[in-house]
């Protein structure tokens, strides 16, 4: 019987009267990457900073691969690579002094520490401006460095909180990369973000927080599943019609009913997959319903939160704002 | 099997484990000091600027009797600076603190300890440095010390302890304050009252009462009074080195776990 790589056991944290973690369970299977999906304040970085080491639970247990983070701090921090939100990496360091530093902090031997240090600044495309110092790096070499630092000393459990916000698409791409290639090497990485799409793509499984609690948890196609891949958005030019036309597309539906608003013209509902926008066309064009406009969106962390919790997610404009660039950055 | 390896595993890390985190923290320190040499040179304009205002434009009305003011200040000045160098210890903790830095610090598996005793040995070498700049600039501006090397080294060894002592005891505002610059200001508030009202510029005979009696048992005092006898040989020695040691200990005891519980809950 091998351990879970974590476990979280009604982990609560409280901060006075804020409740930032409410009796979370969490498990994850050893060689997977899991997939943490919520809000600003969902308390996606309380849990990563629990399993850290950084913050003592208020209450409940979490383990890393069976070591209490409370009771054996050090036997989890042996086993534990962190990257966060912020790059913590020295300016006035070069790339390779930064994470050769920390491979000396995870007990490397000195040349052990230059041979790590050097394999993993080629992995993350690095090894160029390694003997540079990093306030002449971009944002997202930093990133790649400060993921680079805790890989060094080859932990099997990686956590990464929020490794690709404010990242452009195509340093996002790359780290992407980098995750799969982890877990490819069986390394188990339990990643937050705030974007569908990049859980979609990385996690095995994906839980969804939402208060300090998970609201829903499953693979990419069961989360999917209840919100639909994509929302399809027609608009015809009759108001009138519109409710002929909501009957027309009904079958296209992947989830629930289409949701017409016959003030505006709009038919929407989540579809299976982006053929289901061309079908709609021909269907429309039948029966000589004219198109205004034909709109085929991804669904949102929004989406995902409006199906699950029955409410919007609180997720600010701009966030939602950057999911859609790096969208169609990939897409081009 | 693993669960087994397991329950071996040690829980605790050795002496030596947490002597090699602690030198790995303070080459990261003094390389990152060391990268910036305009900050070095501002580093000690501050304390320069205050021996030459002292000396030239303060120095003329202070009287101390019998002994030459520059002979006088130089002690105190150099003590002051030393105080004043340990501020950086907490801002620098401060700014770790808010880059991200202590979080992966404290993550990874080496000692509590090692991030503020590295941090606090790399500033007390860059204090080593600094008091020589102090020397350099008291000679040239007329400062004799007469006492035999020995005694000198003493004096310089006092203030050097004194200076890392200090850093502890900023080294734990700044995790407390955990803003750069509430430490900075943080810091100011009790530098100030300790380094002036004390015998570091004027005797401490020319205070009203209460302040004059804050001033006498000041550590600052005591050390300022220790390292002029050791120097110029300007009053007993033994007494307030003996005093000043007595602070030092008092306060590593209060400070030292005070700092590293900061560090714990930061």
Redesign the interface.
């Known amino acids: 019987m091998t351990a879970p790589a974590i476990r979280a056991e009604g982990v609560r944290q409280t901060f006075g009267d804020v409740v930032a973690l409410d009796g979370l369970d969490l498990e994850v299977t050893q060689g997977t990457v899991f997939g943490l999906l919520g809000p600003n304040g969902a308390g996606k970085t309380t849990l990563v900073?629990v399993l850290?080491?950084?913050l003592r639970p208020t209450g409940g247990r979490a383990t890393v691969l069976?070591?209490d983070v409370v009771a054996?701090p050090?036997?989890v921090?042996?086993r534990?690579?962190?990257a966060?939100?912020?790059?913590?990496v020295?300016e006035?360091?070069t790339g390779r002094?930064n994470v050769e530093?920390?491979g000396?902090?995870?007990?490397l031997s000195a040349p052990e520490a230059r041979r790590r240090a050097a394999e993993v600044l080629e992995r993350l495309s690095l090894t160029d401006a390694s003997d540079r110092?990093v306030s002449t790096y971009s944002g997202g070499m930093r990133r790649r460095l400060d993921l680079g630092?805790?890989l060094v000393?080859r932990p099997p459990v990686i956590l990464l909180d929020e490794p690709t916000t404010g990242l452009d698409p195509r340093t996002r791409q790359e780290l992407w990369n980098t995750v799969e290639e982890l877990r490819r090497d069986g390394t188990t990485v339990l990643l937050t973000t705030q974007y569908l799409e990049e859980a979609d793509r990385l996690a095995q499984r994906i839980a969804v927080v939402d208060h300090g609690r998970i609201v829903a948890e499953g693979t990419a196609a069961e989360l999917k599943g209840a919100v639909g891949t994509e929302m399809l958005s027609v608009r015809v030019a009759d108001t009138a019609r519109t409710a002929e036309a909501a009957a027309e597309l009904a079958s296209l539906a992947a989830g629930e009913e289409p949701i017409a608003d016959a003030a505006a013209g709009e038919v929407r509902l989540a579809v299976a997959d982006s053929s289901a926008s061309a079908e709609a066309v021909r269907r429309l064009d039948a029966r000589g319903l004219a198109i205004a406009a034909v709109e085929l969106q991804q669904p949102s962390l929004d989406d995902v939160f409006l199906t699950l919790t029955g409410r919007r997610a609180e997720a600010d404009e701009e966030t939602a704002a950057e999911a859609a660039d790096a969208r169609v950055g990939e897409a081009a | 099997m693993s669960?087994v390896a397991?329950r071996a595993?040690?829980?605790?890390?050795t002496l030596a484990?947490t002597i090699?985190?602690s030198r790995?923290m303070a080459?990261?320190q003094l390389?990152?000091v060391m990268?910036?040499p305009v900050f070095i040179v501002f580093a000690f304009v501050q304390p320069v600027m205050f021996v030459l205002l002292f000396r030239y434009v303060f120095g003329g009305a202070i009287n101390t009797g019998g002994v030459d003011y520059v002979n006088f200040l130089m002690p105190g000045i150099i003590v002051q600076t030393a105080v004043f160098g340990a501020l950086m210890t907490g801002i620098g903790l401060s700014e770790d603190l808010n880059?991200?830095?202590i979080?992966?610090?404290?993550?990874?598996?080496?000692a509590r300890s090692a991030v503020l005793v590295g941090r606090t040995a790399a500033d007390a070498v860059m204090n080593v440095l600094t008091l020589g700049v102090m020397l350099l600039v008291g000679f040239a501006v007329g400062f004799r010390p007469d006492e035999p090397v020995w005694s000198i080294a003493l004096a310089l060894l006092l203030v050097l302890g004194f200076s890392y002592v200090f850093s502890w005891i900023s080294a734990f505002i700044g995790l407390a304050v955990r803003d750069p610059e509430t430490a900075q200001s943080a810091g100011f508030i009790w530098v100030f009252p300790l380094t002036f009202a004390s015998s570091a510029f004027v005797p401490t005979e020319s205070m009203p009462g209460v302040v004059q009696a804050f001033a006498d048992v000041n550590p600052v005092s005591l050390a300022v009074d220790a390292a002029r006898a050791l120097t110029i040989g300007y009053g007993d020695a033994l007494g307030p080195a003996l005093g000043t040691l007595a602070w030092l200990a008092g306060l590593l005891v209060v400070f030292v776990p005070l700092a590293v519980r900061a560090f714990r809950r930061a």
């Open positions: 900073r850290a080491t950084l069976g070591h054996e050090l036997a921090r042996r534990i690579g962190l966060g939100q912020f790059a913590a020295d006035e360091l002094e530093m920390v000396r902090l995870y007990r110092r630092a805790s000393g | 669960a397991d595993e040690r829980s605790r890390l484990e090699a985190d790995v080459v990261r390389r990152k990268r910036k880059a991200g830095a979080d992966r610090f404290r993550s990874l598996p080496i």
